[in-house]
């Protein structure tokens, strides 16, 4: 069963042959990324709720949270938040379903509580964070498309995209981001969970600038500042080394000015007290990257339900698809995977889902396409699978 899968041979440089090459991760605590987390909080919690009560997923999308920024006044040893940041908890949920109530706006705003307590360890979710909860009912004709048969329908006209492997900028760039999380900042709590990394290779030499908040509270004066400033710069050049001999120059919050003193200070971890909003989709796509020199699907994937909707579904499933050839298919150097669903059509049989292979010197992609095809169809034949992946945390969406 070919189920609309064309697999081909591209003539295009890899991206490790190409000169330049830009990657971005935008950190737990940017305020997109905090969009994004807390979007996907309420999904997964609306789900598992479903679940609970009914023994399925109702429909719901909770992919428009959008984060206003407050009012800060940051200092050496303090600081306080003027204006709370607001966050505008809005999407739809089904609320009743065959006489069975179900408080979604109570469990969604549980939810958005909870992540940002998990995620930021500075910001008081009870006076330094107003959350609106603004969840509607569904379109009937999408609930409608949604309830129908055993198979899942696709909720719009979209495509996913997914590639493999990542290059070695990518891999740097994404776990120097996570480790500054989940490493460098319990060793120091000056630092907050505002991280963006910027990675640009020229040619054999790359450059990571790294924008990351730090807390006042934590310090004393500009010189505890810089002397923190230059321990990250010399922390990311020495575990840079784990995943690349290229050159690495590490440049951190360039955009200080001591003689005005103006720097990357914040009472909470987060730009978004002072300034930067922050919106679903507007950050990382669902590898955790942004990478203007490979293929993106423009769609959001955190917050989308994960039963029907193929913005979520297929970007995921478009990234499984192309890990999974990569780790089983000999000889291939890389490959991108999109899928293109039509609404109303089961979601296991899209319009398209085109793979796309740059193959390794002496490898044929004819001889690779039917082990290509079979990865393919298998997932495709357990859609199901990412879904449950999904609502059981398993598979990251930014």
């Known amino acids: 069963m070919s189920k609309n899968i064309f697999v081909e041979e591209i003539v295009h440089t890899p991206i490790e042959k190409q000169d330049i090459e ?3 991760r935008k ?6 990324s905090l969009a994004d987390g807390i979007a996907e909080a309420m999904s997964r919690a609306l789900s598992q709720e479903y679940m609970k009560r009914l023994g399925t997923v109702l429909h719901h999308n909770t992919d428009e949270t959008q984060i206003v920024a407050g009012r ?5 040893g303090g600081g306080e938040v003027i204006q709370p940041i607001y966050v505008l908890l809005v999407g739809r949920a089904t609320k009743e379903f065959d006489g069975t109530y179900i408080p979604t706006d109570k469990i969604a705003l549980k939810a958005a509580k909870n992540y940002v307590k998990w995620s930021m360890h500075n910001l008081d979710v009870e006076s330094e964070i107003i959350f609106d909860v603004r969840l509607g009912e569904g379109s009937t004709d999408l609930k409608d498309v949604f309830r129908r048969g055993k198979i899942p329908l696709a909720n719009d006209t979209s495509f996913g995209i997914g590639y493999a492997p990542l290059s070695e900028t990518e891999k740097l760039v994404y776990n120097v981001e996570k480790r500054i999380y989940y490493e460098f900042r319990k060793k120091n709590p000056a630092v907050g969970e505002d991280v963006k990394v910027m990675g640009l290779r020229e040619k054999d030499r790359i450059k990571l600038t790294i924008a990351c908040a730090f807390i006042g509270e934590y310090l004393s004066d500009v010189r505890e500042y810089d002397s923190l400033k230059q321990e990250l710069k010399s922390w990311v050049e020495e575990i840079a080394k784990e995943y690349t ?9 360039t955009a200080d000015c001591y003689e005005t003193g103006c720097y990357f200070l914040t009472v909470t971890g987060t730009s978004a007290e002072n ?6 989709g507007r950050g990382n796509r669902c590898n955790g990257l942004i990478t203007p020199g490979r293929p993106m699907s423009m769609e959001a994937t955190s917050g989308k339900n994960p039963i029907n909707h193929v913005g979520k579904i297929y970007n995921l499933l478009a990234n499984i698809i192309a890990n999974d050839c990569v780790e089983n298919v000999e000889g291939i150097e890389e490959i991108y995977v999109r899928i293109l669903s039509q609404i109303g059509k089961p979601i296991n049989e899209p319009r398209a889902l085109s793979i796309q292979i740059i193959p390794k010197k002496g490898y044929e992609v ?10 393919a169809e298998s997932w495709l034949e357990d859609t199901t699978k990412v879904t449950e992946m999904v609502i059981n945390g398993e598979l990251k969406t930014f």
């Open 245 to 253: 001999e290229r050159e690495v120059e590490v440049y951190v919050n």
């Open 366 to 375: 004819g001889k690779m396409e039917s082990k290509v095809r079979e990865i």
């Open 275 to 280: 300034g930067d909003d922050g919106s679903v």
């Open 72 to 76: 800060a006044k940051p200092e050496f």
């Open 27 to 32: 950190g737990v605590g940017h305020p997109d």
């Open 22 to 24: 830009i990657v971005e």
